[in-house]
């Protein structure tokens, strides 16, 4: 679904990342690690062609994203749900307008759609929260909100970069139960994380593939995790 082939990403002369190769296969589960500022988000966005390689390749869908036009790219983003780290909204939307925006901008009939996002709303617990602003959300509701409207679209791949950071860990566990049961719906699901212990609790509950950024160059974490 997104590949890496000998992928790298260079900013201002610097090397960020180098010769990267990376496989998502439909319905995969993979952790990616690292300490800050090893360049996970920087991979997260090659994966979701905010950024595109500076050396290698990044095949989307089975296209190279560097020949892709823009509506291809469109195209091929609606398949891809992003968690960002910042989980920013726009605060004068409540929280089924914000979830609802791809749907919007896509051009759908959100109307048509409420009951989907009455269930989405439901399914990560916020039905009660729906109309409430941004603002008056809890770090943990934000985060639930942020996965909703990453998934409003039915994506085939989830990357999620640090959902848990800030974040209790009964709150942090509650995200994780969603994304690994998205994964057992068959999405593929990529997430950048520091947290080890999150790691294990998630490894007891899906077969995950965790991956780890050292000196520019992914590498296969070991069975210690």
């Known amino acids: 679904m997104i590949e890496l082939a000998h992928a790298a990403f260079a900013y201002g002369g610097s090397e960020i990342l180098t010769d990267v190769n990376l496989r998502l296969a439909p319905g995969s589960f993979h952790f990616l690690t690292g300490p800050s500022g090893s360049g996970k988000t920087t991979l997260l966005r090659l994966c979701f062609m905010e950024l595109l390689p500076t050396a ?45 925006l791809p749907l919007d901008v896509s051009g759908r009939d959100i109307e048509a759609e409420r009951g989907n996002l009455d269930e989405l709303l439901a399914w990560v617990g916020l ?21 909703a409207r990453a998934v409003i679209m039915s994506p085939e791949v989830i990357i999620a970069d640090e959902p848990t950071g800030n974040i209790d860990w009964d709150m942090a566990q509650r995200l994780l139960r969603l994304l690994v049961e998205l994964n057992r719906m068959g999405k593929t699901v990529l997430i950048a994380t520091h947290d080890l212990n999150l790691i294990r609790s998630a490894k007891a509950q899906v077969q995950a593939r965790v991956l780890r950024l050292h000196r520019r160059h992914l590498q296969l974490a070991g069975a210690d995790l």
């Not at 020949?67 to 989980?87: E, F, K, L, N, Y």
């Open 56 to 100: 290698g390749h990044v095949m989307i869908f089975g296209q190279d994203a560097r020949s892709m036009t823009r509506d291809r790219v469109a195209a091929a983003r609606r398949r891809i749900g992003v968690v960002h780290q910042d989980c920013q909204f726009l605060d004068h939307l409540s929280v089924a307008e914000n979830i609802s």
């Open 127 to 147: 039905a009660s929260r729906a109309h409430a602003l941004p603002p008056q959300l809890s770090g943990g509701e934000r985060q639930r909100a942020a996965l």
